[in-house]
């Protein structure tokens, strides 16, 4: 079964000589590069919580190197330590390990040897199931293959899934949310070789859009948007469920000025209306301002109201 492995670095501490208070930390973790700089003197410690990486292996074993280096930095010298860590990491259980590593960092002026400080970095490594997220497609959608009807459906961006292996070319997991919770599906690698799937948790807190039917007008964070709605099927007051994206809609290929125009976001739990952008309308809220859609619905994509259906609620006004 994978496993998710997440790299932190949850604490620097500074003693030993005083060399100076502006340190930086430098990590690399397999390639991925992280840093931090902060005002820091001796005696003190920092809780920075640095994203060093996270990664995702079906092995037994993970071998994790990383390195770390200690800069303080100076106007003409700067100082430097370093270390590097070669750590075997076993994924046959969930858990969370703290490795702490200890850097010698020397201050040397004209050649000769003064201060000496020790910094204390501790590195967080947790191992979970491998919960992903499909990554930000261009266009909203990324197109994989249903294994419970053996055809090809859309994801959107954003929709959190959960990794059960790797095999050939291809990743299969089950589908955490949204319209097709519970299905099982698969994607394949991109042409570059990498996952369309990623670790790193892109989702938000719930969203609130509220819309006048009067002034025709959709309000959203201190914004104001252009939409208008059908004049015979037109919207009770009170307030409705917005849900995740169910699947492209064709209507939105008549507006290429907008990437995101066939990702539109139902209105309640059943029924046909919508929010998304458009010229007209016919029984949706739509969004006139096209040039404008693609802002609000990326993110919008990213919200979750936490009933694994909903990003958030519209309120209908007058």
């Known amino acids: 079964m994978p496993k998710l492995i997440q790299v932190k670095i949850v604490k620097i501490k500074y003693s030993g000589d005083l060399i100076g208070d502006d340190v930086k930390i430098e990590v690399d973790c397999l390639g991925n590069l992280s840093n931090f700089k902060k005002k ?113 459906i859309a994801l959107p961006s954003y929709l959190k899934v959960y990794l059960e292996r790797n095999y050939n070319g291809r990743q299969y997991f089950k589908i955490l949310e949204g319209i097709r919770r519970g299905e099982r599906a698969s994607l394949k690698y991109g042409d570059d070789k990498q996952s369309f799937l990623v670790a790193t948790n892109p989702q938000t807190e719930s969203a609130k859009l509220t819309y006048s039917v009067s002034k025709k007008e959709l309000y959203f964070q201190n914004k104001i948007y252009k939409a208008t709605d059908y004049k015979n099927n037109q919207w009770e007051k009170g307030s409705y469920d917005i849900e995740m994206p169910d699947a492209p809609h064709r209507g939105g290929g008549h507006y290429p000025e907008s990437k995101m125009a066939k990702t539109w976001f139902r209105v309640g739990h059943n029924g046909d209306h919508y929010i998304h952008t458009g010229a007209r309308s016919a029984g949706c809220v739509t969004l006139t301002e096209i040039d404008r859609w693609d802002e609000l619905c990326n993110i919008l994509l990213r919200a979750r109201k936490g009933d694994y259906v909903s990003i958030g609620v519209l309120v209908v006004i007058n």
Not at 97 to 104: A, D, L, N, P
């Open 40 to 152: 820091l003197k001796p005696s003190s410690e920092i809780n920075p919580n640095l994203s060093a990486g996270s990664f995702v292996s079906d092995n037994k074993i993970f071998n994790l190197p990383i390195s770390i280096k200690i800069i303080e930095e100076d106007l003409i010298f700067n100082d430097v330590g370093s270390r590097l860590l070669n750590l075997k990491i076993d994924l046959k259980a969930n858990a969370v390990k703290v490795e702490i590593c200890k850097i010698e960092v020397t201050e040397l002026r004209n050649f000769i040897t003064k201060n000496k400080a020790i910094f204390e970095v501790s590195v967080e490594i947790s191992v979970e199931d491998a919960v992903l997220y499909v990554d930000n497609i261009e266009g909203g959608w990324v197109n994989a293959v249903s294994d419970n009807i053996k055809k090809e």
